[in-house]
């Protein structure tokens, strides 16, 4: 039997990964948040924690015109001329014009001046004109108090502010009150990540689709197809959510996107937000993008892209990249990527170099390296681990390995161990390991299963696991599969000519199936009820197949149907064949021959075989001919 695993395909472990190292998964984008740090702000930050007391367009005019009116002592126009400066970072220029807007009593001005503020570094007299505004009524500026204490740890506080700004529609407050929330483990953060999704959030929005997939994984549900028992619209609305986000330049949410519409089997579209994501510098989607090209037969524009991304540090990538090389023998370069892959902390990238160095019978690197993996928790890494072993002549220390890749789910694994103990002849704990991997769908284990349940006559049992064996494409278990369905069956009626052919019943089906696969004894069978039904043609193209093949069987009753059309000559060549292989009825046939040729030597030779080979009655009758010929010979 044939352990399984030691002939596995270089490894491809899809489009894109999740980290899982570290604890939280994917670091979260915050570019459409506020402060970044104490000592800065982004554009895209200042701007959003910028409050404006009227709209304005920032042109030269515009300036020049608020200037005026803000130098005649307008409260409005210093605001806005105080924002216009803040926005253009001229802090100089803005200070005088806020701090004399904030002091009549403008609260957008309180607000921007604890920006500028916080630009210039004094973060505590920032938060204190921030409390002003906030307490005035601005929401943006009880966001930015909010961040600010929950920087400084005083989460309570945070708390007060940021759902204050919240509940009065600001965007920003909403998603920092959902961030936090979710930091602390309290319930009720998706709501406000739906509030600001709903304003246009990007991150909120992909943040929203995350927690809906993490939802419809804890129900059991996939939330790419909403198969198994989504409820409600989940499938719809994480693509929703993820497509929002996705189409205001967030680059994670591109990808998940991709691979949604790539499962759902729309290639083209994912393709095109996978590339989106890549050109933004997302290296998961550069991977996933050259996967694509390379199923679509574009290897080389495959190869670009997982470059770009192994270049990134995208383990899957330089994987892809080693098996590319290794495919094309190309061994060097292959290495030089999966250690890549290892370097960037993909446990794949140990395992491959593991089965690439077996396939140039480096043992002992690949065992080097199957341990690597091995012990960083790769469960096929442990069952080649163990396979190399046990071909090393080191059973003992192969079962643990075995044991633990079994426990972390590897069927073959499973398969591997039961082939162990079967070994031991310990059949119990053997079949318990078969049980296992045939519940998990492995062919071979199913078909071990289903011999064992014959064996105890447990045929129910036994027709299950030959049927899923059998489905699984084992020609094996087809073959017994048909023997079970046949012995229950009536003997054939003789075929009469101008009989109507009776349809193929399901075990000659299943015949059918196993020859087709090269199975012998079904081939020799499907010639038999060929024969049976009166299609000598059919029959004797069955029988040859078997025979060439190497069934001995087969070779005999190729010679009966060359003999019955008076083709002796051949016949004699097929049980020749089939008499060296040990048939004694052939043995006896070529006896019976050579009596009638007159070849009374060459017929007691055959006799003597036949004798040899058996059964009982051939012996009986081969033994009889022989004393006949030996009378005449000596007569």
């Not at 993820?242 to 393709?271: N, P």
């Not at 079904?522 to 299609?535: E, I, K, N, T, Y």
């Amino acid at each position: 039997m044939v352990r399984m695993g030691d002939r596995a395909a270089l490894l491809e472990t899809g489009r894109f990964e999740r980290r899982h190292a570290g604890g939280t998964g994917e670091a979260i984008d915050h570019a459409d948040a506020a402060p970044e740090a104490a000592g800065g702000w982004s554009a895209a930050a200042m701007d959003a924690a910028m409050d404006f007391a009227e709209a304005t367009a920032d042109t030269v005019e515009s300036e020049a015109r608020h200037r005026r009116a803000a130098d005649g002592g307008d409260t409005a126009s210093m605001s806005v001329l105080g924002a216009m400066l803040l926005r253009r970072g001229d802090l100089d220029g803005a200070e005088p014009y806020l701090r004399a807007a904030t002091a009549a009593g403008d609260r957008a001005a309180a607000n921007n001046l604890g920006v500028l503020l916080h630009q210039r570094g004094y973060p505590d007299e920032a938060a204190g004109w921030w409390r002003v505004a906030a307490v005035a009524g601005s929401a943006a500026a009880a966001h930015a108090l909010g961040r600010h204490h929950r920087e400084r740890g005083d989460e309570p506080a945070a708390e007060y502010w940021l759902r204050q700004s919240a509940e009065q529609g600001h965007a920003l407050g909403a998603y920092a009150l959902a961030d936090l929330m979710e930091h602390r483990g309290d319930a009720g953060s998706e709501r406000w990540l739906r509030v600001a999704a709903e304003q246009g959030h990007r991150e909120a929005a992909y943040r929203l689709a995350r927690a809906l997939e993490r939802q419809a994984d804890r129900r059991g549900t996939d939330p790419r197809t909403g198969e198994a028992g989504a409820a409600g619209d989940t499938a719809d609305s994480v693509e929703q959510w993820y497509r929002q986000a996705a189409a205001r330049g967030h680059r994670r949410a591109a990808l998940h996107l991709g691979a949604i519409l790539e499962k759902r089997g729309e290639v083209k579209e994912a393709g095109r937000w996978y590339l989106t994501a890549a050109k933004d510098g997302e290296p998961r989607a550069a991977c996933a993008l050259g996967f694509l090209l390379r199923d679509a037969g574009d290897e080389e524009s495959a190869a670009v892209w997982w470059l770009r991304a192994a270049q990134d540090g995208d383990g899957n990538a330089a994987n892809a990249l080693g098996a590319l090389h290794a495919a094309r023998g190309e061994y060097q370069t292959a290495e030089r990527w999966y250690r890549a892959a290892t370097d960037a902390g993909d446990v794949n990238g140990a395992y491959n170099l593991g089965l690439l160095f077996a396939a140039q019978g480096r043992t002992a690197q690949a065992e080097q390296w199957y341990r690597r993996a091995a012990y960083a928790g790769h469960r096929e890494a442990a069952n080649a681990l163990a396979i190399l072993l046990l071909q090393a002549g080191d059973p003992h220390g192969a079962e643990p390995w075995f044991s633990k890749a079994a426990e972390a789910g590897s069927v073959d694994a499973a398969f591997n161990l039961g082939i162990l103990y079967a070994g031991r002849d310990d059949d119990r704990t053997a079949l318990s390991w078969y049980e296992r991997a045939a519940a998990a769908g492995h062919t071979e284990a199913a078909l071990q299963v289903g011999m064992a349940r014959l064996r105890d006559g447990d045929e129910r049992e036994a027709e299950r696991h030959l049927r899923c064996a059998a489905g699984g494409g084992s020609a094996e278990a087809a073959f017994r599969l048909a023997t079970v369905l046949d012995a229950r069956q009536p003997p054939p009626e003789p075929h009469t000519l101008g009989q109507p052919r009776a349809p193929k019943t399901e075990c000659e089906e299943w015949y059918e199936r196993a020859a087709e696969q090269g199975h012998r004894r079904a081939q020799v069978r499907v010639g038999m009820l060929a024969a049976a039904r009166g299609d000598v043609v059919e029959a004797a193209r069955w029988y040859r197949e078997a025979a060439e093949a190497g069934s001995r069987n087969g070779a005999f009753n190729l010679g009966l149907l060359l003999a019955r059309d008076g083709n002796e000559r051949e016949a004699a060549l097929w049980w020749s064949r089939a008499a060296r292989a040990g048939h004694g009825r052939a043995a006896l046939r070529l006896a019976l021959l050579a009596a009638r040729r007159g070849e009374l030597a060459e017929g007691r030779r055959w006799c003597a075989r036949a004798v040899d080979l058996g059964p009982a009655e051939v012996a009986e009758r081969a033994a009889r001919l022989s004393e006949a010929l030996h009378q005449e010979l000596t007569a």
